[in-house]
T-cell receptor, first 116, second 115 residues
Framework: AQTVTQSQPEMSVQEAETVTLSCTYD???????LFWYKQPPSRQMILVIR????KQQNATENRFSVNFQKAAKSFSLKISDSQLGDTAMYFC?????????????WGLGTSLAVNP | EAQVTQNPRYLITVTGKKLTVTCSQN?????MSWYRQDPGLGLRQIYY???????DKGDVPEGYKVSRKEKRNFPLILESPSPNQTSLYFC??????????????FGEGSRLTVL
């Protein structure tokens, strides 16, 4: 079965510093997609960044970047220059897109607190 | 503004009283899905729909029904709610584009409590 593991239930970082959130996954598929979603206190899930497994280049979106290690099945999220608005739950998710169902397999999340 | 709208945002009900949580998207997305989020269990898919009149079960469909009569709407129906359906529910939609996994757009969530 495909699984996603986030080993850090809670983390904190000082404003303007850099933090890395860990995610590992398990799959026998060779082509798949990985995502980081953010859930702020308002509860709405927002996509932070997406990585396609066949692309070797790590995805980057402004202050957010990933370290995708396919062989190790690792997909960590780095947040640079952390801001107070980054305080949220962060979920790592996996999709193999089987049958075009957009079902995501979710990790249990990492609660990130950015401190002033 | 592109959005997925869920109603109600909060609801307290009693066991056995039928309820419907509505979901509407204005992005002309083909794909829509319902998830529930529970502490320690993450998000689990309830039902999904790849187009009008096409729906299928997710991982935890028991006790729920859905319908997709129009592209924009995908209501979640609890015919006879039970306390174990107390949860935070999310509706999500996505543009179906070939085999590419597109971004899921989520509603703001509906907090349901069944007494």
């Amino acid at each position: 079965a495909q699984t996603v593991t986030q080993s850090q239930p809670e983390m904190s970082v000082q404003e303007a510093e850099t933090v890395t959130l860990s995610c590992t996954y398990d799959t026998s598929e060779s082509n798949y997609y990985l995502f980081w979603y953010k859930q702020p206190p308002s509860r709405q899930m927002i996509l932070v960044i997406r990585q396609e497994a066949y692309k070797q280049q790590n995805a980057t979106e402004n202050r957010f970047s990933v370290n995708f290690q396919k062989a190790a099945k690792s997909f960590s999220l780095k947040i640079s220059d952390s801001q107070l608005g980054d305080t949220a739950m962060y979920f790592c998710a996996f999709s193999d897109n089987a049958g075009n169902n957009r079902k995501l397999i979710w990790g249990l999340g990492t609660s990130l607190a950015v401190n002033p | 503004e592109a959005q997925v709208t869920q109603n109600p945002r909060y609801l307290i009900t009693v066991t056995g009283k039928k309820l419907t949580v509505t979901c509407s998207q204005n992005m002309n997305h083909e794909y829509m899905s319902w998830y529930r989020q529970d502490p320690g269990l993450g998000l689990r898919q309830i039902y999904y729909s790849m187009n009008v009149e096409v729906t299928d079960k997710g991982d935890v469909p028991e006790g729920y029904k859905v319908s997709r009569k129009e592209k924009r709407n995908f209501p979640l129906i609890l015919e006879s709610p039970s306390p174990n359906q107390t949860s935070l529910y999310f509706c999500a939609s996505s543009l179906l584009a070939g085999g590419t996994a597109g971004e899921l757009f989520f509603g703001e969530g509906s907090r349901l409590t069944v007494l």
